[in-house]
């Protein structure tokens, strides 16, 4: 019997001393904002007119390099004859027109990059994002949320892992 409430004890304090040691664990969580962000946004209106645009771009681009292509292909056609004359004009041609496609190019990347930094950066997006990220983290019992996109970029924290008033106290200022 003595064994027994012994052994009733023992096994009392493993587990009690088991669950004072697991509230001192620090849970740490990550979030892929990327992956957030397109789960978002997937059907939002600014997103299909960006997406819209980028594939109205890039239809042209295809369009402007196959034109190209075939003046090339004129060009040695031309070449091949023995025709010099109609062969540097198509070269001046395609050289016009090789330089419009490059700048049609750039101006419609820049375009595209700027409407999207625009969607990424939407206050209202990020507002809903850190609350649900705070929301989550507090309901799971996380202490910290890191963003995989970002190093060392903490999305939201615990103020019960913050050490700052120990530090400065400890430094005895």
Known sequence: MNL????ILAIFAFVFTGA????QITRFGV???????????R?????RNYESKKSDFQKEIIKRTEEIQKLKQQKADYLSAGND??????EADIIKKTDA???YTNAKNIELESMKNNLQNSDSFYKKLYSTIERVAENEGYSMILSL???????WYSSSVDVTDKVISALGL
């Open 149 to 155: 996109q970002q190093n060392n970029a903490i999305l």
């Open 43 to 47: 059907n939002s209106a600014p997103i």
């Open 20 to 23: 004072a040691f697991s509230q």
């Open 31 to 41: 979030v892929d904002t990327a992956k957030v962000y397109q789960a978002y946004f």
């Open 4 to 7: 027994k409430k012994i052994s």
């Open 85 to 90: 004359a109609q062969s540097s004009k198509l």
């Open 101 to 103: 496609l490059t700048e």
